[in-house]
Nanobody, 129 residues
Framework: QVQVVESGGGLVQAGGSLRLSCTASGLSFEHYGMGWFRQAPGKEREGVSC????????YYADSVKGRFTISRDNARNTLYLQMDSLKPEDTAMYYC??????????????????????WGQGTQITVSS
């Protein structure tokens, strides 16, 4: 049984930092691209960042480029999202997700459940101004 669990959310002031973690169990973590998408009330769901199973250059949404850094530790089955210079518009529920297919070629992009084999319950990030 696959489980995806996010942690690290919370309340932070604008300009602050947070690091999200995501552990995925019940699958060969190192074989899958992993990513984060977010959903804010009244806004469209957005693919935030994604990293391929083979590493390489990650994908970042333009809205977070230069501020967020995605990384993975295959030995710990853990995905991270370091979020710096946070803005109020980053306020959202953040979800960790697993790409649909292992060893997927091409770029990595996860915008929501339609692109995902599994995803977690989400962790809330609230950035105050």
């Amino acid at each position: 049984q696959v489980q995806v669990v996010e942690s690290g959310g919370g309340l932070v002031q604008a300009g602050g930092s947070l690091r999200l973690s995501c552990t995925a169990s019940g699958l060969s973590f190192e074989h899958y691209g992993m990513g984060w998408f977010r959903q804010a009330p009244g806004k469209e769901r957005e693919g935030v960042s994604c990293i391929k199973w083979s590493g390489g250059v990650p994908y970042y949404a333009d809205s977070v480029k230069g501020r967020f850094t995605i990384s993975r530790d295959n030995a710990r089955n853990t995905l991270y999202l370091q979020m710096d210079s946070l803005k109020p518009e980053d306020t959202a529920m953040y979800y960790c997700a697993v790409e649909k297919r292992a060893f997927r070629s091409g770029g990595c992009y996860i915008a929501g459940p339609a692109d995902s084999a599994y995803w977690g319950q989400g962790t809330q990030i609230t950035v105050s101004s």
